[in-house]
């Protein structure tokens, strides 16, 4: 097939334009750049409404920021290719032997996501429009013009507008395409098709899908694939903040609304779609006057000749559009559902390229569904919109920060980085993949704490339990109870717990909540009291941290009422604040402690035999103090071991260890020998406060003999300190 002598230059000029900037590939873009440059395609480029200085700036910036650079002679990119295989055929069906502009134009309308098109169909250009008026200007219908300035002989029409009101049917190109949701929207159109009260009203909760779903319908009527009492329908939205805007008089927002619906009216088979309808409710009313918008809607939606549209949530429709009772019998409702996993990854699948042409990207195989999958952890949105949000923000991303490869590809990590920064997840956490530190969590623990290797394990196992999707749905990760004698480790394996996972702790000293007005303060205060507005302080630290360990210290000392939230956390992972918001457990691990029974345990005192510590009397003084429901929605209640020799000397190790390593921080090295270590034992180590003693001990009686030398004598600069012990008290050798 022969190229037209226009053909012939513009590809030159694309060529030479490529080479003389390096860029790798002639794209459509580059040639639609030079295209822009022949009379003809100008000229009826600017009759169909578009402006050809402005496309070719924003094909400029395209090409600038997205081009591939190399030191090798250009070639046609497969875009490009594919559109001169139809520009080709367009030219054989239409007899012609040689390929022309208006060939090559059509072949590029006829590729998906082309940047070239995007750009002309920005600018409201429709190709049918385009290629008519290119051909009527090389048949001499409409004069060429001589340069820039002058203006053309014909426009074409304007099309129609409306005040306060937009004709979707003309915006479908910018919109994304309605995957699934068949059943809602074969409803939508039946009841579309009623002779009375034939107005949807389509209900949801936000970011399911009810504008898209709207989008669909148009898409259909535009295509004609609808009943006929929809073919020819054209379906408008309301502009309601532009009507009230400036409405400074009465009746003037009345008259502005009217006459919208007179215009729109006029329409043969014309539909409103109104989003956010319980806006209407009240909108345009003066004082106490109960004359708004919605009553004005009334006349409309009994007539059936303008069919209206809705959209609005559960707690909306609620708080708002239900107590028009007469406005609600006019309307049908149509419940929009949440989509599955499976709907929304063929929903992204759907739109994928779109985004890959935005962002220049390619998604790697398997990261749609993975992101469906993560966005769970999102809490207080829906399926398909926040699995969407991370698509997109991972794009973005990778284009911010872009590899060395060639082409830029999203992955699983990405989709972890994105999904750490939206809804604030330790890296830890999501990435499931990398189970290392996990394999070797119950050991790390155990090093740090002594003798509790029982309540270790649970808590470990429970995390276990979580990454190979063996726990119950909408239950937190665990709910453990440990019990247990002071200052043996319960709280310190919920801090080394969170620590070793990247989480953060959450921790609430229930000794604060004796009160039984004082347990409000978790959820919320009532309506009428003070700091109602604020929430509660439970539910508030969830939403800023809905992945944690979630601490409830000494649990037994809160008001019983305290047992009733608990309930609901422990079997639904959610928790109701008294704004009616709802926080999410369910990535939260929750331990409790408490001393119940602890004095019940045989003691054991160091240096001399130890008594049987039977866990059973604590198990009895457990169940005399937590009330069987409780108790039989926790999955596991630990009991702690007092302390014996062996755990008080690796406490004692760990806590000189410790010591240690705040001093080598000073470059000062500490030495202690065997009488060291058994005074310490000694006097920090009791069966009633455990190893809380020794803290004490080391504070209050060690670190006193050397703090001086550290700020102003010998130790200033660095030194060595040998710590002993005699007659009952402790001595330290300093050398500088």
């Not at 395209?62 to 497969?78: H, L, N, R, V, W």
């Not at 005040?163 to 809602?184: F, K, M, Q, S, Y």
């Not at 309307?331 to 929009?336: A, D, L, P, T, W």
């Not at 070797?440 to 276990?464: M, R, Y």
Request: with cysteine; aromatic share 8%.
């Amino acid at each position: 097939m022969e190229l037209t002598k226009e053909v012939n230059a513009v590809l030159t000029a694309a060529a030479g334009y490529a080479k003389k900037n390096k860029y790798e590939l002639i794209t459509p873009e580059i040639v639609l750049l030079f295209i822009c440059d022949d009379i003809c395609f100008s000229t009826a480029f600017g009759c169909s409404g578009g402006d050809v200085n402005v496309l070719r700036s924003d094909l400029e910036k395209y090409i600038s920021y997205y081009g591939e650079k190399t030191t090798k002679a250009p070639e046609f990119s497969t875009g490009m290719s594919a559109a001169f295989s139809y520009a080709a055929r367009s030219a054989s069906n239409s007899g012609s032997n040689e390929v022309s502009i208006s060939h090559i134009i059509h072949g590029m309308w006829q590729l998906d996501d082309l940047y070239a098109v995007y750009f002309m169909q920005k600018q409201e250009i429709e190709e049918a429009e385009l290629l008519s008026n290119m051909a009527q200007i090389a048949d001499g219908s409409i004069s060429e013009k001589q340069d820039a300035d002058e203006t053309v002989t014909e426009v074409r029409p304007e099309k129609k507008k409306y005040d306060h009101a937009v004709c979707l049917n003309d915006t479908l190109r910018d919109v994304n395409p309605l995957i699934g949701r068949e059943e809602e929207l074969e409803r939508t159109i039946q009841i579309l098709c009623r002779r009375d009260k034939n107005n949807p009203l389509h209900i949801g909760e936000p970011g399911v899908g009810k504008t898209a779903l709207t989008y669909g319908l148009v898409m259909k009527i535009v295509k004609g694939d609808v009943p006929d009492p929809l073919k020819g329908s054209k379906v408008f939205t309301m502009d309601l903040g532009s009507m009230l805007a400036g409405s400074q008089y009465r009746g003037e927002f009345e008259k502005r609304f009217k006459k919208m619906l007179a215009d729109i009216g006029k329409e043969k088979k014309p539909i409103i779609y109104i989003d956010e309808i319980h806006n209407i409710a009240g909108a345009g009313a003066v004082g106490e006057s109960s004359f708004d918008a919605a009553n004005m809607l009334k006349g409309y939606l009994t007539d059936g000749h303008i069919r209206f549209i809705g959209a609005t949530t559960y707690e909306d429709y609620k708080k708002h559009f239900e107590k028009h009772k007469s406005l609600v019998r006019r309307f049908q409702n149509v419940e929009i559902k949440e989509p599955t996993s499976e709907e929304c990854v063929k929903i992204l699948e759907g739109l994928k390229s779109r985004y890959e042409s935005f962002h220049g990207v390619k998604y790697a195989e398997g990261v749609l569904g993975y992101a469906v999958d993560m966005s769970r952890h999102i809490s207080e949105r829906y399926l398909p919109d926040k699995a969407i949000d991370i698509i997109d923000e991972a794009g973005a991303y990778r284009k911010m920060h872009p590899t060395d490869a060639k082409i830029q590809t999203v992955d699983k990590d990405v989709i972890n980085t994105v999904l750490t920064k939206i809804c604030r997840v330790p890296i830890e956490t999501v990435e499931t993949e990398d189970l290392s530190g996990l394999e070797k969590l119950e050991d790390d623990l155990k090093s740090k704490i002594f003798g509790q290797d029982e309540a270790i394990a649970q808590s470990v196992n429970a995390i276990k339990f979580s990454k190979a999707g063996l726990l119950d749905e909408n239950k937190p990760l665990a709910s453990l109870l440990f019990v247990g004698p002071t200052g043996v480790g319960k709280t310190e394996i919920a801090k080394q717990l969170a620590s070793e996972l990247g989480l953060k702790l959450v921790r609430f000293d229930m000794s604060e909540y004796e009160e039984k007005h004082a347990v409000a303060k978790l959820i919320g205060s009532p309506a009428g009291y003070v700091g109602y507005e604020e929430g509660g302080l439970l539910t508030e630290e969830i939403r800023k941290n809905p992945s944690c360990v979630l601490l409830l210290d000494e649990i037994e000392k809160a008001h019983p009422d305290i047992y009733n939230i608990l309930l609901q956390i422990m079997d639904y992972a959610t928790l109701t604040d008294n704004q009616g918001r709802k926080a999410d457990f369910s990535s939260v691990i929750v331990i409790m402690t408490s001393n119940a029974g602890a004095n019940r345990i045989g003691k054991s005192v160091i240096g001399f035999e130890s008594v049987s510590r039977d866990s059973s009397a604590v198990m009895e003084e457990v169940k005399r103090i937590f009330q069987p429901e409780f108790r039989n929605r926790l999955d596991r209640i630990v009991v702690f071991n007092g302390m014996d020799e062996d755990m008080a000397d690796r406490v004692i190790a760990k806590k000189l260890r410790e010591l240690s390593e705040q001093l080598e921080r000073k470059h000062i090295t500490l030495a202690f020998d065997k009488a060291a270590t058994d005074l310490i034992r000694e006097k920090g180590i009791t069966s009633e406060y455990g190893a809380r003693e020794a803290d004490r001990v080391i504070r209050n009686e060690i670190k006193p003999l050397f703090v001086d030398e550290i700020l102003f004598g010998r130790l200033k600069n660095g030194g060595r300190i040998m710590l002993s012990a005699a007659d009952g008290s402790f001595t330290a050798e300093i050398e500088s």
